[in-house]
């Protein structure tokens, strides 16, 4: 076993910790789980997904995850796009329902900006009437920096995701979304357990201040050098009444 280890180039980390994963290793990490009596499930894992990423490459991280469900989750989870794919595959999806079904608590998404089929149309409230409750996700702190989970490809499991996780720390920044997308998105989320947030400077103030005031967050930043409001400020009148 070694060997292969080897020729892949992988080097199974010896006590927990970061762990960077290329494509090439990939398929060692199945192997690393399953048939040897050294894994050591990681701190965190990143991964970034390349213009060399293919399918095969998805579905080997894929089975991975699948392989963790039952056991010790993935405390903390990046997924790095710095070539966005033209349209995410149904390979894409599936990994992304894999990270979520491991037990993953911290799951970071960064990206670049690229417009998507969503984009071209209206964000609709029945998006949100075909969520499932059935999602069992762990996930507690969710940073989402890409439009590609505004695609028609992801979107379900976006919505799905937002509306059925623990999530005390949320982040939606480089979504692309428009004003009207921002206000539907936000009216139909509850997010009980939430307690920070970060939006992109676009969203609309009417419309959060509506979801503010129906949550309990301490923390509300935005990017780009906007200010962080801090908890006093939250709680005040004269903010939920500021345009």
Request: aromatic share 10%.
């Amino acid at each position: 076993m070694p060997s292969f280890f080897q020729l892949l180039h992988f080097v199974p980390p010896q006590v927990p910790n970061f762990l960077d994963i290329e494509h090439t290793k990939l398929e060692a990490l199945s192997v690393w789980r399953c048939t040897t009596n050294a894994f050591i499930m990681p701190d965190s894992i990143w991964f970034s997904v390349t213009e060399a990423t293919t399918d095969r490459h998805l579905n080997a991280l894929s089975a991975f995850f699948k392989s963790l469900q039952g056991c010790d989750h993935v405390p903390r989870v990046h997924l790095h796009l710095p070539r966005a794919p033209r349209q995410p595959t149904a390979s894409f999806n599936h990994l992304l329902n894999g990270i979520q079904a491991s037990g993953c608590k911290d799951f970071h998404c960064h990206g670049v900006q690229q417009t998507y089929g969503i984009l071209q149309t209206s964000l609709k409230s029945s998006y949100f009437t075909k969520v499932t409750s059935s999602c069992d996700s762990k996930l507690e702190v969710l940073e989402i920096a890409s439009s590609v989970f505004f695609s028609p490809m992801v979107l379900h499991f976006t919505i799905t995701t937002l509306c059925n996780s623990p999530i005390t720390r949320l982040t939606l920044t480089n979504t692309l979304l428009t004003a009207a997308q921002w206000s539907t998105l936000l009216a139909h989320l509850s997010l009980w357990h939430l307690l920070s947030l970060e939006v992109d400077g676009n969203c609309p103030t009417h419309s959060l201040v509506n979801f503010l005031a129906c949550h309990n967050v301490t923390n509300l930043t935005f990017p780009q050098g906007h200010p962080t409001i801090p908890h006093a400020c939250l709680s005040s009148p004269p903010f939920l009444g500021a345009s």
